[in-house]
């Protein structure tokens, strides 16, 4: 069993930046691709970003590609997701998700587990 628990939510102007963290626990933390998705009032979640269990693969929406960056530290069992450029869009509760399987994937229902999410919100 994997635990997730996101922080760095806040309130933000639009054009500032801000940084999500995601602690994971458990000692397998290092073979789980992780993932980041948000979710809008009255929207589906959709994806943000993921990175490989390695570090070494990345993928992004489009809507947030050169202005997000994901990052992982497993010595630390954390990821994390630099957001610059900010816009009232961006407005969600953000999710942080664990895969398995250490390869990233923009699906919902290929993250194993999921943290109660952070919301940020960007005003205008």
């Known amino acids: 069993q994997v635990q997730l628990v996101e922080s760095g939510g806040g309130l933000v102007q639009a054009g500032g930046s801000q940084r999500l963290s995601c602690a994971a626990s458990?000692?397998?933390?290092?073979?789980?691709?992780m993932g980041w998705f948000r979710q809008a009032p009255g929207e589906e979640r959709e994806f943000v970003a993921a990175?490989?269990?390695?570090?070494?693969?990345?993928d992004y929406a489009e809507s947030v590609k050169g202005r997000f960056a994901i990052s992982r530290d497993n010595a630390k069992s954390t990821v994390y997701l630099q957001m610059n450029s900010l816009k009232p869009e961006d407005t969600a509760i953000y999710f942080c998700?664990?895969?398995?399987?250490?390869?990233?994937?923009?699906?919902?229902?290929?993250?194993?587990?999921w943290g109660q999410g952070t919301q940020v919100t960007v005003s205008s």
């Open positions: 458990g000692r397998t933390f290092r073979i789980y691709a």
């Open positions: 998700a664990a895969r398995i399987q250490g390869l990233v994937s923009r699906r919902r229902d290929e993250y194993n587990y």
């Open positions: 990175i490989s269990w390695s570090g070494g693969t990345t």
